[in-house]
């Protein structure tokens, strides 16, 4: 492998503004050891469900997590916060099954029932709101994919509920949209504040260490892993979740597209405003457009809109691009949103802007999951994995 030459960096606020666990702190640099068994590079979600499983498979094994920023920062602590049971509509799956859908289905609420779990048996409080989502259409032409929804959700004998006119209106506030599917069985949550969450109830035998970029990666009996710090240490095993940025070890080559997409809060909206949500609990919406806009009314009475995208050759987006991609939320809310006929929608959206640069990785997994004796297995990243016979 390679040394790294692109490094993860922070552009933009995030929902880690507004965590509980944004001041949390995780073990210094000079508690990093020389020798792990496992070493997990990168601390988003997949980080953190390898050395949950990890852990609880090898309870005397020593595991060390090494995130390059912040640990919520990256891409699982500034998507738009669904974590979603059903796949994200279904007729957009390329070439998916019915087995496919299925077996996603079930690998969703599996995951869900073990984070909720782990936040139960922790007790510790994150923003996490099983609330359900809808999947919106505003133009009558898009109805036909609710319908393929519904259809599809039918034979998976999945439960959802059709809402259109005034009564949906009641329930999101708004006119704007025209039909909608709810299902009942996603979280909206702060995604940032859930992943920061988890990592702290990662057991004694797991070291998290953040903004501690790994430079290179030597394979070898034992594997040679420098961090960016000039500190080496060797492991028996590692693990790269690095996202988008596995490309730069070298392991795999060509397999990203990577787009950015930008997302922005309002502040939280003062009584005037909430007059237009009265009686209206918190909820997030998919387009029913591929390429139409996410919104989400939250727990603390901000609307948060995540629209536009760009690719991303270099890994990075600029302060321009975000300033560029802030209007273009801004004028979501004052365009898509006029219905719910906030007085200034520019005065309505804070300055303090937050971004959402999520970088696309589709059909690229970290691991084999096996789920009623089936195993879904897309592509390993790297030797290391195949070593892991527990997954
Ligand atoms: C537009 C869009 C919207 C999305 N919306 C949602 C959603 O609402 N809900 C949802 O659940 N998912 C959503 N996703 C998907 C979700 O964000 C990803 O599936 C998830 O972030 C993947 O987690 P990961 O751990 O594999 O990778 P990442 O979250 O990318 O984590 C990899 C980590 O590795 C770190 N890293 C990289 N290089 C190094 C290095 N050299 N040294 C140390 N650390 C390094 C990075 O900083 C990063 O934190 C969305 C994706 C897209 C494209």
Redesign the pocket.
Known sequence: MRD?KR??TTTGLSWLEMSSFKEHLFKGHEKIGKEYDYVI????????GCASRLAELQPEARIAV????K?G????????????DVPHNFGDQGNSTFEDNEMYYKLNTFIIGRMRKTIEDSGIKVDWDPCGKYLCCSETKSFKLIETESEELDQMKVHYEIYEGEELAKRIGTRYYKKALYTPGTLLVN?ADVLRGLYTTLPENVDVFEE????RIEEGTRARVTL?NGKEITAKTVIV?????IE??GIVKRVFCP?L?YGAFTRRLNDKEMKYFEGVKPWGCTAGHPAGT?VRFTTDNRLYV?NG?SYATHLTTSHQRIRRAVDFCRNAVDDDLAAIGLMDPVEGLDQRRLS?A????KRVY?ARFQIDGKSIQRLYAGKGLRNISHF
């Open positions: 790294v490094f993860p590079v990168g601390g988003g979600y997949g980080g953190y090494f995130e390059a920023i640990i920062n990256g891409d699982s602590g500034k998507n738009a916060g669904f974590i979603i995604p501690c970029p790994v430079m960016l979740t690095g996202g988008p940025f730069e070890f787009v997409s996410t995540r995208f959402c999520v970088l696309s990785h970290l």
